[in-house]
Structures are given as C-alpha cells and as structure tokens.
C-alpha cells in the first residue's frame, strides 16, 4: 500500500511536469529555440494566483484561469518584443539570452514580492487525506491528477483535431513547407507561445503549494523540465507526457526509497535515454526539410 501510495504522489507530480513543460516542447519542437525562460512564467502563474488570492480576495479555482489568461498575454508580449528577433541564430545566443531573462524575472519577482516563500491557502475540501480502498492519499493530489488528465485531453483533442492544431503540427513536422503553403507563422508562433505559456502559468499556479513558490523557482525546476523535453522529444505531446509522468514517479520513489541517491537514479536515467535515443523517446530526427 506504501507503495501504490507513493507511486500515485509521483504521477500528480508527473502531471505537473507535464502541464509545465508541454509548452516547452512544442515551441522548442516548432522553432528549434531553446527558450529557458519558460520555466519563470510558471513562476509567474504562480505569483499571479497568490496575488489574487491574498489582495483581491479571489478563490483558488478562480485564480487558475487568471493565472493562464495574464501568463499568455505575457508571452506574447515576450515573443513579440524580444524573441522573435532571435528566431534562426544559434543555440548558444538563445541560451545567454534566454538565461538573461531568467535572472531578470528572478531579480524582479525579489524585488516586488521578497525573497521568501509565499504561503499558498487551498480551500479546505483540497486539504487532509482520504482513504480510497485501503490507499490513504491527499486530496490536493487526486485534484492534481484530475485537472492533469482533463488537460492532457484537452491538449490532444486541441493539437489532433481542431484546425489550429493541424497548423501547429505542420510548423512543427516542417516549417519550411508550412511557411510556403501560405501558414502565417508569426500569428501561429505568437498563439502558440500564448497557450504554452499560459499552461506554464497555470502549471506554476497548481504547484505552488505542493512545490512552494519563491523567487528561486526557476532554478530549481528549470532542470526537470528540461529533462522533460529531452526525455520526451521536442514537439511531441505525448513523448512529453509519458516522460513527464516517468520521471515524476521516479524522483518520488527514488527519494523515498533510496533518499541518500538523491535525484541521481533520475539523471543516469536520462543519459542513458539520450545515448539510446538523441531524439527524445518520440521525438522525430533533425535534418528533415
């Protein structure tokens, strides 16, 4: 039963790797850029909806869609203004580049909200445990395997069956061909960067008070997720979901069962993906035009 209980800890924890990485991987996957920023709009998800609940009085199930409506608005913002004009250079500029931007979000974030961890109130339904045919598991996790299996739904039915889906999965299968099949990619990059970001800032905004939330966010999660996406393949929903939820259950058991090895089982894991498979799991080969 301990067992069973702390593999369902680690799959809500892989969900919300999941949630904040996926945009990640797509835009990684269409744009070939490496955009290391994206783990501080999860920083940013979160302090949007601790903002909103302790000035403005709003309920937590409220704040979640603040928290994806102003982290997208902000991406845009982000890939207009700046990114966008570092699309083609090479990966090291993106990196120096991208890093900058997570300095100066951590630096901001310290400077208006301090450098403390910032309490995170659930509502009392989400807090204690409950006992589930012998399995005794925290209801603030059943909530996250919840809204993480309603979202990976989403995600899929939105990338395989609507219109804009079908664009995005041209971009990411080929540019090229999308840009010359008439594709206004600027719009589809913008919209994309908007609902990654936003689910970043939502993915931030759940894990606030499992994972805590301070202006050091970004560094102590910017390594998973990337993990995630190397793991997963660049541009694959699915690829990123089952890393997601396999290096969740992994760092959750490796640190209960064997918490002296710390994180290293999961890292050996993850060289040994990318000497098997440079791609990712299910990530598609470079080169193609």
């Known amino acids: ?38 783990v501080s709009l999860c920083m940013l998800g979160g302090y949007v909806m601790v903002t909103a609940m302790e000035r403005f009085d709003i309920p937590f199930l409220a704040t979640l869609p603040l928290a994806f409506l102003i982290t997208g608005l902000f991406s845009i913002a982000l890939e207009r203004l700046v990114l966008r004009f570092f699309y083609g250079t090479d990966d090291l500029t993106q990196v120096l ?22 309490p995170v109130s659930v509502p009392v339904w989400l807090t204690g445990q409950i006992d589930i045919s012998g399995l005794t598991l925290e209801r603030y996790r059943i909530f996250l395997v919840c809204v993480g299996v309603i979202l990976t739904l989403l995600i899929l039915f939105g990338v395989e069956r609507t219109r804009f889906g079908a664009m995005v999965r041209a971009c990411v299968d080929n540019p090229r061909v999308a840009s010359g099949s008439g594709l206004n990619m600027q719009v589809i990059f913008a919209m994309t960067f908007a609902v990654g970001g936003g689910l970043a800032g939502l993915g931030g905004a759940l894990s ?28 694959t929903i699915v690829g990123t979901l089952i890393a997601a939820l396999a290096i969740g259950v992994a760092d959750v058991c490796t640190k209960y069962y064997f918490p002296a090895a710390g994180g ?5 894991f993850t060289v040994a993906v990318m000497l098997w498979r440079p791609q990712g799991l299910m990530g598609r080969k470079l080169g193609h035009a």
């Open 1 to 38: 039963m301990v067992f069973l209980t702390t593999l369902f800890n680690g799959l809500a924890y892989g969900f919300l790797l999941f949630i904040m990485a996926v945009g990640l991987s797509v835009t990684m996957g269409m744009m070939r850029f490496v955009n290391l920023a994206h």
């Open 264 to 268: 290293s089982i999961i890292y050996i």
């Open 97 to 118: 580049l991208s890093i900058g931007l997570v300095f100066m979000s951590i630096s901001t974030i310290a400077y208006f909200f301090g450098p403390e961890y910032k």
């Open 208 to 235: 606030a008070s499992l994972l805590g939330l301070d202006p050091n966010f970004p560094f102590r999660y910017l390594v998973y997720m990337l993990i995630v996406v190397s793991v997963g393949g660049m541009g």
